[in-house]
């Protein structure tokens, strides 16, 4: 069995300012772990994915997660918000036949 | 270009009126299925399809078929729609399911009145 939590439903931030974005994942295998964003009326598009290399790893954008086995988290930043940046995150754990997505996280990029 | 073309973009429907959505995906993937997608609910898993002529269900498969008689494309059917089918629904491929990634289609938002 798997699952994923997304600690924040929405997350506001500032221009200029860092993104964080929570992730904590339960699976039966060791994980594959994804980043999916989606733009308003858009499809999702992959950020970054965790499979078992470097557990930090870097995706498009200038984002960024960290996977840390004990803590089952794979949280998700970016060191400087862009306004671009305004969108609907998932975190997603990757099973043996189907990809099990969080909830989601809303961001708002405030001028 | 690598891509998974859904079509409709757009549907709405009245109650009881069969429908298909299709799906075709040009990278050659085993791997295909559908998703849902709810506000506060993420993506659900409606169906999958492991190869042509394999499909099995997913978390929400009430109300919903497919077929997989060609690799490419994975029809999602729904024989009798119902107001709580109105959702925006998604298309996925992926050669093979777990460490690689999954291409998505540009989405189809069904309303059923």
């Known amino acids: 069995a798997q699952s994923v939590t997304q600690l924040d439903s929405h997350v506001s931030v500032s221009e200029g300012t860092p993104v964080l974005l929570r992730c904590n994942y339960s699976s039966s295998y060791s994980p594959s772990l994804f980043w999916y964003v989606q733009h308003p009326n858009k499809g999702l598009q992959l950020l970054l994915k965790y499979t078992s290399a470097a557990t930090l790893v870097k995706g498009i954008n200038g984002f960024e997660a960290e996977f840390k086995k004990s803590e089952t988290s794979f949280h998700l930043t970016k060191p400087s918000a862009h306004m671009s940046d305004a969108a609907e995150y998932f975190c997603v754990v990757s099973g043996r036949y189907k990809l099990s997505f969080g909830a989601g996280t809303t961001v708002t990029v405030r001028a | 270009e690598a891509q998974v073309t859904q079509n409709p973009r757009y549907l709405i429907t009245v109650t009881g009126k069969k429908l298909t959505v299709t799906c075709s995906q040009n990278m050659n993937h085993e791997y295909m299925s559908w998703y849902r997608q709810d506000p506060g609910l993420g993506l659900r898993q409606i169906y999958y399809s492991m190869n042509v002529e394999v499909t099995d269900k997913g978390d929400v498969p009430e109300g919903y078929k497919v077929s997989r008689k060609e690799k490419r494309n994975f029809p999602l059917i729904l024989e009798s729609p119902s107001p709580n089918q109105t959702s925006l629904y998604f298309c996925?491929?992926?050669?093979?399911?777990?460490?690689?990634?999954?291409?998505f289609g540009q989405g189809t938002r069904l309303t059923v009145v």
């Open positions: 996925a491929s992926s050669s093979p399911q777990g460490a690689t990634e999954a291409f």
